[in-house]
């Protein structure tokens, strides 16, 4: 894995990026975090052969806090610097992995056009804009509010990272959390609550993205009922899938359970891409 940087309009963005073929699948951290969640996605045998890439987002990891806080730190803005950043990578179609944050993100994406060939939702429920969205998605605890403060002391920073990665996980990120720009949180929770962005529901009940849902069934923050109670237009494998015993980062509490499901995922979009091309020739040539 190499790691690069990417001038945005925002600033600059840091990334890790393999020599890897193929459709590119593209990872997207949660609040307060970092790329360094996908670790275990990385040190698979399959991530030295297939393209990926993981980004900091702005005003998170290694990249810089956003040039233009009030525009960059929504779903929107987040969303249209990294559709800024792949397109200096001339990626203009990849598969997303979203976690969180990264989840939503993937979904304004995918709202503002970017063609992705599949979607994973981790830990991230696809909601209607506004607080009453909000609500239905989410359960609104002491823990989630975190998410939306400038300012963590140390207390909430350790519990907020137990509370997102599991407590064997939570000390590696303490650094990680401190440093994120406090306006990135404050700001998010401010543009989720004025309804900033595209209907995430629509998104995945009206086109045809491929939709991977996989949550742990200790999950904090997300509804799981109502991540299953959506009708999904493409929702893969015709269900939900939940990880038993983990909580709202799968990918990083149980790895050896998590990777099976995405490489099956991610070898399932390639393969409809592939025949889907495949028809289209086969009319052309007709």
Known sequence: MLSRTISTSQ???????NSGSGT?????????????????QFETTWATTQHIIAIDLLGHGQSDDALEPQQAYTIPG????????????????AALVGWSLGGHISLEM?????????????????????????VRGFRIQRDL?????????AHEISRFARVCVGEKHAARFHDTIARTDGRARQILGRGLIAGLGVDQRWIVEKLSTPIAAV????????????????????LWDHSCHIIDGVGHAPFLEAPERFNPLLFRFLSDINFSRIDNTTQQQSCSDA
């Open 110 to 134: 995918v709202g503002q056009g970017f063609e992705a060939s599949g979607v994973m939702l981790v830990g991230a429920p696809p909601i209607r804009r506004g607080i009453l969205g909000m």
């Open 78 to 93: 987040y969303a249209a610097t990294l559709i800024e950043a792949l397109r200096s990578l001339n990626i203009t179609r």
């Open 145 to 153: 509010l975190l998410a939306t403060k400038s300012v963590l002391n």
């Open 24 to 40: 590119p699948v593209v990872f997207i951290h949660g609040n307060s975090t970092c790329r360094d969640v996908f670790r275990h």
């Open 215 to 234: 949550n742990g069934s200790e999950e904090p923050f997300a509804r799981l009922d109502y991540v299953a109670s959506i009708s999904y237009r493409s």
């Open 11 to 17: 600033g600059q963005m840091a990334f890790l990026e």
